[in-house]
């Protein structure tokens, strides 16, 4: 079957999801790509949204972090202050999901200002939302975004959560008790810490895709990983799955 | 003890030009209904505090009720942009708006210190983030028993909290079920709550996962079915996605934001 770059990405996304693992998961590609691997190899995928929803087995792909279908599918459902006090900053949850509007090459994400600066602002995004802690106490950290020179910059504008700070020991200094950003997903490929400068690096690519072309599109002097792999295709069953979910999604949906 | 009373009342009871008002409801039991009896009201100058402004603070942006948003993010869940928030932020229009923004468990913690009747609430978060920098009532605290540095957040106050429930009896006592949110620490935190539900039964009965608010706590309750929509309340309403998808061509355009306006909210005052 042939498939589109955002289908590679968000099924590599799901592909990195392992069956009754724990994942606090953000609205969008994220959530997308959490129920693909709950519909597909990780029925036992335990999903955490911000809503207070541990447990929820949405059929259909939700648009907000609180529709009902996540409530009324979930184990439990508890208040934001325990799902963020109890649940979340105690490093009980496997894998934070998250998106991000601009990430930087030590996997530091914005989602507040872009440009000019923060009283006046070029471009105002949401803010922060759970991410900040999301980032800082889950186990660890995967990033799902399109990759351009406009979103994967050298430096953000502004640092709303935390990857690897400025590099080694950044994490450890600030009492971050999680491992940070071990996978940024995208429709390139997949990029990941260098074990020891913490600076990420294209260790996967996608069928036919060519890592200059991935080095064109990063806002600084991407590194290629001596040991790049080339990530298999998705599998028939895995985009039938995908397309079923994305077609229950309400329509013009951001995705 | 809550007096039952029409929305329109319980608002002009409780709201004030220049408070600080505090909507709650995480996505599902948002009060719009409220939100619009605000507007109607004309308030204005007030600081409006909610952890997701949503479309319900948009409207109220757009209206020129706010003077200062205390929030922690600010988006059309699943869609995209608040534009009117971004409008006054960006632009001013149709007023200035101040803001100071934080992250969601920093938000929950101040609304839990604020019920809890203490000046400030601990949590590991904001560390290496460039939020403090901008934003009041976060800091450095030093564990006094292990030393550890935690971030602490001030509590939050409001002047009044307004919340949307799926029931009240005659007494004034209230129940909501579903995703509970911060509503509880909300209405806890501040000095007094106006709650609107979808109806006024005889006798509530307990719910699993419900949270009860007695009568005693509450300074007004409103019956305002469908107060919620476009949000919703589980076992009445669903959230109407479509109308959040519609939002966003509403709201890109001035002309077209004020005339949604007269012609959904304020008609109602006119038309009537």
Redesign the interface.
């Known amino acids: 079957m042939t498939y589109t770059s955002d289908e590679m990405m968000t099924v590599t996304a799901a592909r990195v999801l392992r069956d009754g693992m724990t994942c606090f998961v953000g609205?969008?590609l994220p959530s997308e790509a959490a129920n693909l691997a709950r519909a597909t190899h990780a029925p036992n995928l335990v999903l955490i949204y911000?809503?207070?929803?541990i447990g929820a087995k949405p059929g259909t792909l939700?648009?907000?972090?609180?529709?009902?279908i996540?409530?009324?599918t979930a184990d439990s459902?508890v208040?934001?202050?325990e799902i963020?006090?109890y649940w979340?900053?105690p490093g009980r949850i496997d894998v934070g999901f998250l998106g991000a509007a601009q990430l930087d090459r030590f996997g530091n994400i914005n989602t507040?200002v872009i440009g000019g600066d923060?009283a006046d602002?070029k471009v105002?995004?949401?803010?922060?939302?759970?991410?900040?802690?999301i980032a800082?106490?889950c186990r660890e950290v995967i990033v799902v975004l399109r990759q351009s020179r406009r979103t994967f910059v050298d430096k953000v504008d502004?640092?709303?959560?935390?990857g690897f700070?400025d590099g080694p020991g950044?994490?450890e200094r600030?009492?971050?008790?999680g491992a940070g950003p071990q996978r940024i997903i995208t429709d390139l490929g997949v990029l990941q810490p260098d074990p020891a400068t913490c600076e990420l690096t294209l260790t996967g690519i996608y069928p036919g895709g060519l890592a200059g072309e991935v080095k064109e599109r990063t806002g600084w002097d991407l590194r290629i990983s001596a040991d790049l792999k080339e990530i298999a295709p998705p599998a028939d069953h895995e985009l039938e799955v995908l397309r079923g979910l994305v077609a229950t999604a309400?329509?013009?949906?951001?995705r | 003890m809550a007096e039952i009373v029409s929305l329109a009342e319980a608002i002009a009871a409780n709201v004030h030009d220049g408070d600080t008002v505090a909507m709650e409801g995480f996505t599902h039991l948002i009060p719009h209904a409220a939100g619009h009896e605000v507007i109607r009201q004309r308030r204005r100058d007030l600081t409006l505090v909610r952890m997701t402004p949503d479309v319900i603070y948009d409207q109220l942006i757009g209206a020129g009720c706010a003077r200062k948003l205390i929030f922690s993010w600010a988006g059309n869940p699943g869609v995209g942009s608040l534009h009117r928030f971004r409008d006054a932020v960006e632009n001013g229009w149709p007023v200035p708006l101040e803001i100071e923004e934080h992250s969601h468990a920093g938000m929950a913690n101040r609304y839990l210190a604020g019920a809890s009747g203490v000046p400030f609430a601990i949590l590991r978060g904001y560390r290496g983030t460039d939020l403090p920098a901008h934003t009041a009532g976060v800091a450095d605290v030093v564990c006094p028993f292990t030393g550890e540095t935690l971030t602490a957040v001030a509590a939050i106050k409001p002047d009044v909290t307004v919340i949307h429930a799926q029931q009240a009896d005659r007494l004034g006592n209230v129940q909501y079920w579903g995703i509970t949110g911060v509503q509880k620490e909300a209405v806890l935190a501040a000095s007094r709550a106006v709650v609107t539900v979808e109806e006024v039964v005889e006798e509530l009965v307990p719910r699993p996962g419900g949270v009860v608010l007695p009568s005693w706590l509450l300074s007004h309750v409103a019956e305002v079915p469908g107060g919620a929509h476009p949000s919703y309340a589980q076992d009445y309403s669903v959230r109407d996605n479509d109308f959040y998808l519609a939002w966003d061509a509403i709201s890109r355009d001035r002309a077209t934001f004020t005339a949604w306006l007269e012609e959904h909210v304020q008609v109602l005052v006119r038309g009537k």
Do not use: C, H, K
């Not at chain 1, 939700?62 to 009902?68: K, N, Y």
């Not at chain 1, 600030?174 to 008790?177: D, E, K, R, S």
């Not at chain 1, 309400?250 to 951001?254: D, I, K, N």
């Open positions: 609205i969008g911000e809503s207070g929803t939700p648009l907000s972090i609180g529709d009902g996540l409530a009324q459902v208040s934001v202050p963020f006090n979340l900053q507040t923060y602002p105002r995004l949401p803010g922060a939302g759970g991410a900040p802690e800082a106490a502004f640092i709303t959560s935390v700070g950044s994490r600030l009492g971050l008790t309400p329509q013009g949906a951001t």
